[in-house]
Structure formats: C-alpha cells, structure tokens
C-alpha cells in the first residue's frame, strides 16, 4: 500500500489560498491520487483526483509533479465553510486505496 | 444524485449483543465499504466487497464479518459487541472502476454514518 503524509492540521483566513501537501514516496506507477473532504457529523467527500501534472475543477486544483512523490491541493479564497478535514489517498479502489489520519483544515474570519 | 443510507444514525447496544448495521446504495455499484472512524485515526477499512457475496478483510476485520447477499445491500455484522468498538461506522459504494459517466475513477460515495456506543 503506498503510504502518505500530511500535515495534521493547518490554520488560515477567509480569502485566503490555501495549500495542503501530500507526500507519497512510493506511489506506484497506476496509482492515482486523489482528495477527499470531510466535514463533521458528514462521511468523507470526493473532491478531486488527477494522475499528473495540474488537475483544475470547480472545486479546488491538484498540482503534481513530475515525480509524483507528493501532490497539493489548492483550495482558492477559502470561506469559513471550507472548515474541514482533507484527505490525500493513493492507489486504486478496492484494494490498496487507504485513507490516513487527513489534514484539519481550520478556517478563521 | 447517489444515495448511500444506513439504518440507523445513532444505536445504543450492550456489551455481548449482536449489532447489525446495514447500508443501501440505488446506484448499482459493484464495491461496497465498511470503516470505523475514531478521533486521531482517521477512517479505517474493515471489510469490502466487490460482487455479490465476495468479501474481502481490510486492515481492522477482528470482531467483525459481513454480508452481501444483494448488490444493493451490504451489512456489518458484530458478533458480540465490545466496548472497544464504540465508534462512528461509515460505509460506502464504489463503480468497479475506470470512469463511469461523470463519476471519477476512485470516487467513494459514503453514507451518512452510524454512532454505536457499546456499553
């Protein structure tokens, strides 16, 4: 299973750009990666998911580089109900695809 | 829209009973997923399913089995409740993979949880 890190949590403004970044040393060529988002009393909520290099949606953006080791999720201008918990997977459904602990998100005004 | 529902939203039970939690999805996907979430840990997989009666263990199965007798269906069974398995249960559907229309490769669709307090 490849493994990933993230940052626990993270604090930030409204309006503000906000970057979490994952690492996955050992993403195996078909893996995939993608992010979920999970806000309390709620199950997790796809948000977006990309192979290589940028990934954009209406949602958020998914920048990976060349070597795949990590990838970021940049969620623009965030608001207060952007207050979550993100999680960064990798690999492929139903196997080997994992969350971990995510990265709290806290959104200040 | 997709629909994943569990049976219950909040369950009491005492310890040494038999808990069943159960969960529906109306998409016809073919993976089904069971999770613990406790405070610190994340979501944990117990057990999926890919077909009808197909099971597979996930990282935490101990004290747990389930069932899939219908696609639709997919139960969570605790033989003998604990009071260690005082947790949220989530569960969630799959398709089998690859795109399926507008829906992603990978995306989950989960439900809204279960709180079991084991006492």
């Known amino acids: 299973l490849a493994k990933t890190t993230q940052p626990i949590s993270m604090d930030s403004y409204e309006g503000q750009e906000v970057n979490i970044t994952c690492s996955h040393n050992?993403?195996?060529?078909?893996?995939?990666i993608t992010w979920y988002q999970q806000f309390p009393s709620q199950g997790p909520r796809f948000i977006i998911q990309?192979?290589?290099t940028k990934v954009t949606n209406e949602v958020a953006s998914l920048f990976i580089p060349a070597d795949r080791k990590s990838s970021t999720l940049s969620l623009p201008r965030v608001s207060l109900s952007d207050t979550a918990v993100y999680y960064c997977?990798?690999?492929?459904?139903?196997?080997?695809?994992?969350f971990g602990a995510g990265t709290r998100l806290t959104v200040k005004p | 829209d997709v629909k994943v529902t569990q049976s219950s939203r909040y369950l009491v039970k005492r310890t040494g009973e038999k808990v069943f939690l159960e969960c529906v999805q109306d998409?016809?996907?073919?993976?089904m997923f069971w999770y613990r979430q406790d405070p610190g840990l994340g979501l944990r997989l117990i057990y999926f399913?890919?077909?009808?009666?197909?099971?597979e263990k996930g990282d935490i199965p101990e004290g747990y089995s389930v069932s899939r007798e219908k696609k639709e269906r997919f139960s969570l069974i605790l033989e003998s409740a604990s009071t260690n398995q005082t947790s949220m249960y989530l569960c969630?559907?799959?398709?089998?993979?690859?795109?399926?229309?507008?829906?992603?490769?990978?995306?989950?669709?989960f439900g809204p949880g279960t709180r079991l307090t084991v006492l």
């Open positions: 399913s890919y077909d009808v009666k197909m099971k």
């Open positions: 990309g192979y290589k």
């Open positions: 050992n993403i195996a060529t078909n893996d995939y």
């Open positions: 998409m016809d996907h073919e993976n």
């Open positions: 969630a559907s799959s398709f089998e993979g690859g795109l399926a229309g507008e829906y992603s490769y990978n995306e989950q669709f």
């Open positions: 997977l990798v690999g492929d459904i139903p196997n080997d695809m994992r």
